[in-house]
């Protein structure tokens, strides 16, 4: 992190706030590589919703293919791009180390490179041998699922000799051949051994030159600009590798094959680097290395046709300022084109005007994907950010269905956006492909320029980040009903249900319980053996007899086994599996089937309906994932009292009595954070005393702590912080409008001024403002500040739940200051736009909330959101 020291008053921005941050732009767009891994992931990886997959990858050739990257939002292994991307990624550590070193983001960025050059390594078991795909690409994209459970046929795909693909065997020289200069110092062997791997792959692009090997990518990554460019680009990088001029003259040599501008003889400079044509990265390159003029005027004629124009010939921009070349991915072609440039403007054979306009276009056309347009690109990052890109995996289907659940499971940080069409439109839609699908090329040249310019600009990478999401729906269970009853028999029909996403899981092993009570049986003499369960139907499952469970108190169980049946998600036959069973007693017993554990719910679902019940436990592997055996449902625990206060001019400690109802108390939270035991607090039998050492270091204002019990709800304990000895003589006075502004948001976001309207100065740190609304469903949720004049960094947010649910308002967000963020003058005031979503982006309904502003577009008083100073209220009106 940059620390930059700040000079200006609390309500004047600096120059530096008004950049986006680069920091944590970076830290995403390098994380969204960890997404995109295929094969045996590591225990560092850091979400916990990818899994191993595509574990089986090469068998049909019997060679181990496991590893690399899938392409995009589907699931084949295309190593055109792949190659191009890790190259791309290596070329970011060459010019922009000590950036990606200071922004911590190096070793991240260090070990994707390495997933996938470990991965090319395999892919090239011989010299004139290269398996450049795994997976067939119509067969993957007709269907919807995630990658942790494909089924499809996943057929290996290579070049050689006698079927030779120059392109693709080249590009994975540049590859590995990028990844031996950056590793050079770091781990001499593994350098040497991609090295070593680049030149022969070198050698047989070469010596070939053709691409008539090179078939099951087309349609999808058919090279349309020929191998010339990728033999300079791998010629390059291994010239830069080995110091071997024989491979800069052989670059050089390609140079005439390279493609021109239409009826001329000039080199293309109207198109950009990508995964069909590296010309232009190679032309740069080569400028760098000889200074030769051909180069530099390539270069600086593709960058001046993208920036300010060449020739009276410019790139068309939207009218918000992005240069876009082409529907499909404009983004992408726009932010690695800002990296050419900025690489360029830092070369010393650029000239300094030149070097000014070529970052300038740089900064802009970042600055337009992460937001400058009125929406950020990159998912997770900034203000209206994508929340439907088109992938597989982060959208995380059971049904086969771009539709089910209609919402992302996941949140895909730092994958940029294909982008807009040239009127700047765009739609969030999982089915727009075109604007909305990501790729693994389309972050690569993004995280090169994002390095540049936290380089320049600095940024704040979140400490400690991770994508570790909370569970947001059962993965497990049974949907069942009644088929029919009688007096001494009942037929069920039951639905067990895989929709398993963190990760998504094959469930091979799962089984269910369905408990009966046999008492009426057992009074008239008779015994469990007495009863017989039949299958009506059957899509896979072990059917057993009664089983004991209880049998002091009658109690016994089915066991419905599908151990051997694959239930997956991954379509309407896979994520559940049906069986239809009657358990019949003696003939000559009334047996009461109402009383049962596993009838509790389903006395209403009849006529073929089914409900999903708890009480009818599920096992993977013998282990319970869900539901609650007979006997063993708990009532929820709580606490008393549910709010205390907290003076700290007069520190005392707080008690609270847990009542278990059965529970355990697992821990106490402060949002994320965990009190520690006999630090923060102490347990004594049932009470719970909250430490004043741990109060005393908490801002005045609202604290809300978490109560997490083994079952149940968990009970939120509110404490008030005030402070008796501050003396305060500012007041505060609120204004607002609303970003966001349709009945049903996946985020709240709003614009707030503060204004102190007293005649002495506030300490902001003494300061709270609260947004009252109704949570509409209970889920974790996030806050951010997208821009604040007291500078980002310094305002928090906490979200309360109340106490005493009231009319448009169950939860309020407590919106504070450090003490980084200074002082507020009178008659000054200081804005803040923030955003506040629910971890899985479920919709609020807003328009209901106390705290709603309506539909206007400038700042309003605005009296529902309530301002505190020291603990006192001195604006606005609580609920």
């Given amino acids: 992190m940059r620390i930059k020291k700040n000079t200006m008053s609390a309500a004047q921005p600096s120059k530096a706030q008004s950049n986006y941050n680069y920091g944590e732009a970076l830290q995403k767009a390098i994380m969204f590589y960890e997404f995109q891994r295929s094969g045996k992931l590591p225990a560092d990886i850091r979400n916990n919703w990818r899994g191993d997959s595509g574990l089986s990858d090469g068998s049909d050739a019997e060679i181990d293919l496991t590893g690399g990257w899938y392409d995009a939002g589907d699931h084949v292994k295309f190593n055109l791009p792949m190659a191009y991307s890790a190259a791309m990624l290596a070329w970011s550590v060459?010019?922009?180390?000590?950036?990606?070193?200071?922004?911590?983001?190096?070793?991240?960025?260090?070990?994707?490179?390495?997933?996938?050059?470990?991965?090319?390594?395999k892919c090239h078991p011989s010299a004139d041998v290269f398996y450049y795909q795994v997976g067939n690409g119509n067969t993957d994209h007709s269907w919807w699922g995630p990658a942790e459970v494909m089924q499809m046929e996943r057929p290996s795909y290579r070049v050689d000799v006698n079927s030779p693909g120059s392109t693709v065997s080249a590009a994975a020289a540049a590859a590995l051949a990028a990844a031996g200069v950056i590793y050079a110092d770091r781990d001499p062997d593994y350098a040497e051994t991609c090295i070593q791997h680049a030149k022969e792959l070198f050698s047989f692009a070469d010596k070939t030159k053709s691409d008539s090997g090179y078939t099951a990518a087309n349609g999808f990554y058919t090279s349309s600009s020929g191998f010339y460019d990728e033999l300079s680009w791998s010629g390059v990088w291994l010239y830069l590798a080995t110091k071997d001029s024989d491979y800069l003259d052989k670059a050089e040599s390609?140079?005439?094959?390279?493609?021109?501008?239409s009826q001329s003889s000039t080199i293309s400079y109207k198109w950009a680097q990508c995964w069909d044509d590296v010309h232009y990265g190679a032309a740069l390159l080569l400028a760098k290395i000889t200074g030769k003029e051909v180069y530099k005027n390539s270069t600086q004629m593709h960058l001046d046709?993208?920036?300010?124009?060449?020739?009276?010939?410019?790139?068309?921009?939207?009218?918000?300022?992005?240069?876009?070349?082409?529907?499909?991915?404009?983004l992408r072609y726009a932010t690695t084109t800002a990296f050419l440039a900025s690489v360029y403007a830092d070369w010393s054979g650029c000239s300094t005007k030149k070097a000014e306009t070529y970052r300038q276009f740089a900064k802009e056309q970042v600055d337009y994907a992460l937001g400058s347009s009125g929406c950020s690109f990159v998912v997770g990052y900034g203000i209206n950010s994508p929340e439907r890109p088109h992938h597989r995996t982060a959208h995380s289907s059971w049904a086969d269905s771009m539709n089910v659940p209609a919402y992302h499971r996941h949140t895909l940080y730092g994958a940029l956006a294909g982008g807009p069409d040239k009127d700047d439109s765009y739609t969030d839609e999982?089915?727009?492909?075109?604007?909305?699908?990501?790729?693994?090329?389309?972050?690569?040249?993004?995280?090169?320029?994002?390095?540049?310019?936290?380089?320049?600009?600095?940024?704040d990478p979140i400490a400690d980040f991770t994508a570790m999401e909370e569970v947001t729906n059962d993965e497990y269970f049974v949907e069942a009903g009644i088929n029919a009853s009688g007096s001494n028999f009942i037929e069920i029909k039951a639905l067990l249900n895989n929709r398993s996403g963190w990760p998504a899981r094959m469930g091979d092993h799962l089984s269910f319980k369905y408990f009966v009570d046999i008492t009426e049986a057992v009074n008239a003499g008779y015994t469990a053996d007495d009863f017989t369960i039949k299958a009506n139907y059957n899509q896979g499952a072990a059917v057993s007899r009664l089983l004991p469970w209880d049998e002091a108190d009658n109690?016994?169980?089915?066991?419905?086994?599908?151990?051997?049946?694959?239930?997956?998600?991954?379509?309407?036959?896979?994520?559940?599996?049906?069986?239809?069973?009657?358990?019949?007693?003696?003939d000559m017993v009334s047996w009461d089937n109402s009383n049962d554990h596993s009838y509790t719910g389903l006395d209403g679902a009849t006529s073929?309906?089914?409900?999903?019940?708890?009480y009818i436990p599920v096992y993977d592997s013998g282990v319970k994932v869900f539901g609650d055996e007979t006997g063993s449902s708990q009532t929820s625990s709580s606490i008393s009292p549910l709010t205390a206060s907290f003076d700290k001019n007069n520190p005392e400690d707080v008690q609270v009595k847990l009542i278990y109802n059965g529970n355990t108390l697992d821990n106490i939270k402060n949002g994320n954070d965990l009190l520690v035991k006999d630090n923060d607090y102490v347990i004594s039998d049932d009470i719970v005393t909250i430490l004043s050492s741990y109060l005393a270091d908490k801002s005045v204002g609202k604290l809300g702590l978490i109560f997490d019990f083994s079952e149940g709800n968990d009970p939120v304990f509110t404490i008030t912080i005030t402070?008796?000895?501050?003396?305060?003589?500012?007041?505060?006075?609120?204004?607002?409008f609303h970003v966001n502004t349709p009945d049903t948001v996946s985020s709240i976001a709003a614009k707030i001024r503060l204004y102190n309207t007293g005649i002495g100065d506030i300490s902001l740190s003494d300061v709270k403002l609260r947004y009252y609304y109704t949570i509409d469903g209970e889920k974790e949720q996030q806050f951010w500040c997208d821009w604040s004049s007291a500078g980002t960094d310094n305002v928090t947010g906490t979200f309360v739940k109340m106490g005493e649910v009231k009319s448009g308002a169950d939860y309020y967000l407590e919106i504070g200051f450090k003490e980084g963020a200074g002082i507020l003058s009178a008659a000054n005031f200081l804005e803040l736009q923030v955003r506040f979503s629910k971890s899985d982006w479920t919709n609020y309904i807003q328009t209901d909330d106390y705290s709603y502003q309506g539909t206007g577009s400038a700042y309003a008083d605005s009296d529902k959101i309530t301002a505190y100073l020291a603990g006192n209220l001195k604006w606005g009106i609580e609920p």
């Avoid at 046709?305 to 404009?330: C, E, F, H, M, V």
């Avoid at 089915?558 to 007693?585: C, H, L, M, W």
């Fill in 254 to 261: 390609y140079v005439p094959n390279w493609s021109t501008e």
């Fill in 94 to 121: 060459y010019e922009a180390e000590d950036a990606l070193e200071e922004s911590g983001q190096l070793e991240y960025l260090l070990k994707e490179i390495k997933w996938v050059t470990d991965y090319l390594i």
């Fill in 608 to 614: 073929g309906k089914v409900v999903k019940t708890n």
């Fill in 305 to 330: 046709y993208w920036s300010t124009g060449y020739n009276g010939s410019r790139i068309s921009y939207t009218p918000k300022g992005l240069a876009w070349l082409d529907s499909w991915g404009a």
């Fill in 723 to 736: 402070d008796s000895s501050v003396i305060t003589t500012g007041e505060l006075k609120v204004q607002a």
């Fill in 555 to 586: 109690i016994y169980y089915v066991n419905v086994d599908f151990t051997g049946t694959k239930i997956y998600p991954g379509g309407q036959s896979a994520y559940k599996k049906e069986i239809q069973f009657r358990i019949a007693g003696p």
């Fill in 430 to 459: 999982i089915n727009n492909y075109v604007n909305n699908e990501v790729a693994c090329d389309y972050n690569a040249g993004f995280v090169g320029v994002l390095a540049k310019l936290y380089g320049e600009y600095g940024g």
